[in-house]
């Protein structure tokens, strides 16, 4: 699907939050170089991380202070860890001033916890913990709301064009809510549109 995107309709998508069931190491490594895409994904419980980031999840000081990750170079598949000057433990470390600045980590060592972007980052977190849940919810709505939940795809092909007449569905209602100027009006072009719009197979 995202190379289709990427083929089809000349976009690129940045950053998938996707669920650990359906994606494996391989498949994120084969996004991160050849499609530069970060993959997102919560980690089992068992998934323990490498010993030398299980306390913080990322590179720390030689004083086990946490280092803040500074991006991620596609060009040499590197993540950048400096030391944060602002860190209040920094402030009152013995080496301050004289501490390293700067440390590389590989995403190959885990692909699930350094991916173009790290797990243990807010970024990765945020997404997560608060936009998956809220999406999936939508998700859940849009399907009952076009009458998807009635029948079952056992057909790959039949699957796709469902999935992108959803997705063409979504578009035409965000145009439709767009165009209203009132929030009670708006409501009731949803309704309207929803009505017309569902998959009565």
């Not at 950048?80 to 602002?86: E, I, K, L, N």
């Not at 433990?89 to 173009?116: K, M, N, W």
């Not at 056992?154 to 997705?167: E, G, H, T």
Request: with cysteine.
């Amino acid at each position: 699907m995202i190379r289709n995107t990427q083929n089809d309709l000349s976009l690129h998508i940045d950053i998938v939050v996707a669920d650990m069931g359906y994606i494996s190491s391989d498949h994120k490594k084969e996004l991160r170089t050849e499609l530069q895409t970060a993959v997102i994904t919560k980690v089992r419980e068992n998934m323990l991380a490498p010993e030398e980031y299980a306390d913080h999840g990322c590179p720390q000081c030689p004083e086990e202070i946490p280092l803040t990750w500074d991006g991620y170079d596609p060009e040499t598949e590197t993540h950048r860890y400096v030391a944060s000057m602002d860190h209040a433990a920094c402030r009152l470390c013995r080496l301050s001033g004289y501490c390293y600045q700067e440390v590389s980590v590989t995403p190959q060592i885990d692909e699930h916890r350094f991916g173009i972007i790290p797990l243990h980052t807010a970024v990765s977190q945020k997404l997560l913990q608060y936009i998956r849940p809220q999406v999936e919810r939508g998700f859940e709505n849009d399907k009952n709301k076009l009458s998807l939940n009635r029948f079952f795809i056992n057909s790959l092909r039949m699957a796709k064009i469902i999935a992108y007449l959803a997705d063409a569905c979504q578009v035409l209602l965000l145009l439709a809510e767009m165009k209203t100027n009132t929030k009670a009006k708006a409501k009731r072009v949803m309704k309207e549109a929803y009505t017309q719009l569902s998959f009565d197979l």
